[in-house]
Nanobody, 120 residues
Framework: QLQLEESGGGSVQPGGSLRLSCAGL????????IGWFRQAPGKKREGLSC????????YYADSVKGRFTISRENVRNTVYLQMNRLKPEDTGVYYC?????????????WGQGTQVTVSS
């Protein structure tokens, strides 16, 4: 079982910044690709960014490209999502995710989520 724990959410005004953290509990996060997702009220969960392993290639959805940055800090077993120039439409619960293959197929692992609210 892979456990993930998000932190760093909060309330911020438009144009502000937050840094979210995704910690791996009991396993080495650096061995896995990690993704960040957002679920806004009444909407489907959407993928925002991911970072691969081991080469740390990154991907960003168009909605966050140029504003959000994903990174790893392996010594802390943590993946970060730096969010700048936040907009009200960035409001939602943010989740980190990883997955691995098992005999039954792909298994996804999610953290509990952290709330981000962007409002004036």
């Amino acid at each position: 079982q892979l456990q993930l724990e998000e932190s760093g959410g909060g309330s911020v005004q438009p144009g502000g910044s937050l840094r979210l953290s995704c910690a791996g509990l009991g396993f080495a996060l650096e061995a896995y690709a990690i993704g960040w997702f957002r679920q806004a009220p009444g909407k489907k969960r959407e993928g925002l960014s991911c970072i691969s392993s081991p080469d740390a290639s990154t991907y960003y959805a168009d909605s966050v490209k140029g504003r959000f940055t994903i990174s790893r800090e392996n010594v802390r077993n943590t993946v970060y999502l730096q969010m700048n120039r936040l907009k009200p439409e960035d409001t939602g619960v943010y989740y980190c995710n990883t997955n691995r293959m098992s005999l039954g197929g792909r298994v996804d692992y999610w953290g509990q989520g952290t709330q981000v609210t962007v409002s004036s």
